[in-house]
């Protein structure tokens, strides 16, 4: 069949499958559907403001077009009712909104007074109904008019003890003279005058001390605001009459710290337990045991002390260091006068522990382009190792795979249907700490450093060859502010050996291709990596957000530069060798950037570009096979196999991973809500890789920047996303639309697609 045709007839079909489920046929005589709300202001800055308080939405969509929830509702209400329609209905369908003129007024009431809180007292405020048929489209005109501004502010304090920092506490404000009024600024300039007197020391103050008072002129509209601050309401007052006293400065009596605490048991009171004193901290402890963390440890991650001024920010910053720590499965800071009418605080932090150990198995299956496999991972943790808060891992994983042959040799098959295993065993140890030289770097406590060892031992076999890799690691962690991590592995050594059998040799030496041969040699890498990675998420909040990470690698300066001086004797190719092995040298930078637009709380689209280059030098000619780049699989290309793209426009005649120099890959996905647990998605990928030098067994696959967009491989397809909490498992089928091989440096639109086109990518967690 034309493929062209079959669109129009799948097309076709869909469109008859919704007509025959129209709400539309199940609405009474005068009940009409809520297609859409339309908002039309002339301050397009305030629209997404002014849609938030409609009262009623309309039913979801999803790509903004089809309403599947609703259509799915008025499924299972059509006919008899049974279990499985009634599972449809109130499961995944969503009950038909249908429209309400009261809702209607009182939008257009809320519209008017949030053009008011945002300086638009004038503001006129129109709405008016469009029937069709049996949807109803609302139309809300707004029409700013003029705005009121502020021209005058005036701060004044009732309490002398707090006139000064007030008045002189200017420069972080947003309220000043010549802006458009607008309430949340009043509302933010309270919350962090609040903030700034808590850190002063006044650990009573609350933003209930403050109040505005704003006055208008009638000719002018312009605004006078007033701030007042007011004293504190004394505790000993009584009677209808309350009294006021200056805000008081609070400071720090004793530090209590329960880090074995339980809510669920009843603990006596504090003389009860053994106590442990360091450095002016209070451990509680059992009699009967030791303190499960050294003090040391809790009292490095504490922002406060004995003596000190109260500061809600020394608190904020210990509850987030604590947590960081991965021992609490909660953490809480509470605060109690010492004895009443005193300005001394007693501070008790109470940590809930989590298990000490942890065991994980993971199981999953794997169809990278047709190859099926299974795979299996075993985790242990102990996060207190040496009661130091150090945590050990113990990853154990196995992989089981069909994978073509590179070579005509007979295969030999493992557990019958899979020729290729692989066997892992990492383990690292993490301490919250940096060590060494390091210590001097992170001043800090704010920078949250974590020292990380590791060492992993790999074995890929494979009926053509087998592969071993031997990799030890060591590296530190720290932050900087919110949104800011870096991490910085200054050594890294990977022994990579690999054996291959006599019949891929021979292939191998009969491509006469000296890249690609020189992918399966041993080799020694010595590297040291950057990363840098900003990521403004905040949880539980809708809204766009950012996530960018930027590495950079070296490997082998340290080697050459050592061999060079001592003049080491060379191989017959001019080489370096350390333990009998090239080694290898290079620099690695890449990128990626992902923008998250979150259209509401049940649709979201992702942008993502990636990219990056290896250059080789010095003692290489080439990229490391492990340290090059592919293109295709489960996380970048979803409608290719698995390194089977490019490089540029170049087509193998046989199965061998295809790997370059230079990679850029962009993506989009539009994510939307199918049930609780199912999420569904849409995605177009594209992208390629390519040599940074000519190459003659591989024609046409150097990067050449007038061409190179007309050699990006083009796929699209859509996925589901089954959210367990605990894991996301995901499946991704994809189409390809462009595939550069065929094109001899044009692109090619692929038209002769067919059922066994299509791509199917089993995974865990999201893409990206």
């Not at 009261?102 to 053009?115: A, D, E, G, R, V």
């Not at 002016?280 to 504490?302: C, M, Q, W």
């Not at 700490?433 to 790999?458: D, E, H, M």
Request: net charge positive.
């Amino acid at each position: 069949m034309n493929n062209s045709k079959a669109g129009h007839h799948l097309i076709i079909l869909f469109i008859l499958i919704f007509s025959a489920c129209s709400p539309y046929k199940q609405l009474d005589k005068d009940q009409y559907l809520l297609d859409r709300n339309v908002v039309i202001t002339d301050k397009p800055e305030l629209k997404d403001g002014i849609k938030a308080i409609i009262k009623q939405k309309a039913n979801r969509r999803i790509l903004g077009v089809f309403r599947f929830h609703l259509t799915v509702y008025s499924i299972g209400n059509r006919g008899k009712p049974n279990k499985f329609k009634n599972w449809l209905k109130n499961t995944v369908g969503e009950e038909p909104v249908l429209l309400d003129t009261l809702f209607t007024n009182k939008s257009s009431s809320q519209i008017k007074q949030y053009m008011a809180k945002n300086g638009y007292f004038r503001a006129e405020v129109n709405d008016t109904t469009i029937y069709r048929k049996k949807k109803a489209t609302v139309k809300y005109i707004i029409k700013a008019n003029e705005p009121s501004y502020i021209t005058k502010v005036v701060r004044e304090t009732a309490d002398s003890n707090l006139d000064s920092l007030v008045r002189l506490d200017t420069s972080g404000t947003k309220l000043k003279t010549g802006i458009i009024y607008r309430e949340s600024i009043l509302q933010g300039d309270r919350e962090r005058l609040s903030q700034l007197l808590r850190n002063r020391g006044y650990y009573q103050f609350s933003p209930q001390y403050i109040s505005y008072r704003v006055y208008t002129s009638d000719t002018t509209h312009n605004l006078a605001v007033f701030q007042d601050v007011s004293m504190a309401e004394s505790s000993d007052s009584s009677g209808e009459s309350p009294q006021f006293i200056p805000h008081r400065k609070f400071y720090l009596n004793r530090i209590i710290f329960n880090p074995d605490y339980d809510p669920m048991r009843v603990e006596s009171v504090i003389q009860n337990f053994d106590s442990v004193y360091y450095k002016g901290y209070i451990f509680l402890k059992d009699r009967n045991s030791k303190l499960p963390v050294r003090p040391e440890v809790i009292a490095n991650h504490t922002y406060f002390r004995q003596g000190s001024l109260f500061r809600q920010i020394a608190s904020d910053y210990t509850y987030k260091s604590l947590n960081l720590l991965g021992l609490y499965r909660f953490v809480n800071i509470n605060y109690e006068l010492t004895y009443p009418d005193s300005n001394l605080l007693d501070c008790f932090v109470n940590l809930g522990s989590s298990s000490k150990q942890e065991y994980v198995t993971e199981f999953e299956g794997t169809n990278n382009g047709g190859n099926l496999g299974v795979a299996g991972n075993f985790a242990y943790r102990n996060r207190n190792v040496f009661r130091g808060a150090e945590m050990f891992e113990l990853k154990l994983r196995g992989a089981l795979e069909s994978q073509k042959n590179f070579t005509t040799e007979d295969e030999r098959k493992i557990l019958v249907l899979f020729n290729t295993y692989e066997l892992g065993v990492e383990s690292s140890i993490h301490l919250p700490k940096a060590i060494g030289a390091l210590q001097k770097l992170f001043k800090r406590k704010t920078a949250n450093p974590i020292t990380v060892f590791s060492t992993n031992y790999n074995i890929q076999n494979r009926p053509e060859f087998n592969r071993s890799i031997l990799d030890f690691s060591a590296g530190v962690e720290w932050r900087n502010g919110r949104y800011i991590k870096h991490i910085a592995t200054p050594f890294q050594v990977n022994f990579v050996n690999v054996k291959l059998s006599p019949a891929f040799e021979a292939a191998l030496r009969n491509l006469n291709d000296p890249v690609l041969f020189s992918s399966y040699q041993n080799h020694l890498i010595t590297n040291g990596r950057y990363s840098f990675i900003f990521n403004n998420q905040r949880l539980n909040e809708i809204k766009n957000f950012v996530f960018f990470r930027g590495n950079v690698e070296f490997a082998g300066n340290t080697l050459q530069l050592f061999s060079s001086m001592n003049k080491s004797p060379k191989d017959d190719q001019g080489r370096y060798q350390v333990l009998k092995k090239n080694f290898a040298q290079y620099f690695r930078p890449d990128v990626d950037f992902r923008l998250y637009q979150t259209l509401n709380e049940h649709n979201t689209i992702v942008y993502r570009i990636a990219g990056g280059i290896g250059i080789a030098y010095g003692n290489s000619k080439i990229m490391p096979f492990e340290k090059s780049f592919y293109a295709g699989g489960s996380n970048d290309l979803r409608a290719f196999r698995a390194r089977n793209v490019g490089p540029g426009n170049f087509n193998s005649v046989n199965n061998f991973e295809r790997t370059g120099d230079i990679k850029l890959n962009g993506n989009v996905e539009y994510r939307f809500d199918i049930l609780k647990i199912l999420k569904g998605a849409f995605f177009v990928d594209a992208g390629n890789i390519w040599l940074r030098n000519k190459d003659a067994s591989r024609p046409n696959a150097e990067f050449e920047i007038n061409r190179f967009y007309k050699q990006l491989a083009v796929g699209s397809g859509f996925g589901f996303r089954f959210d367990f909490t605990f894991f996301i498992f995901r499946l991704d089928i994809g189409v390809p639309i462009v595939d550069p091989q065929y094109g001899n440096g044009e692109n090619v639109v692929v038209d002769n697609l067919k059922f066994r086109s299509l791509i199917s990518n089993f995974g865990i967690g999201y893409p990206f």
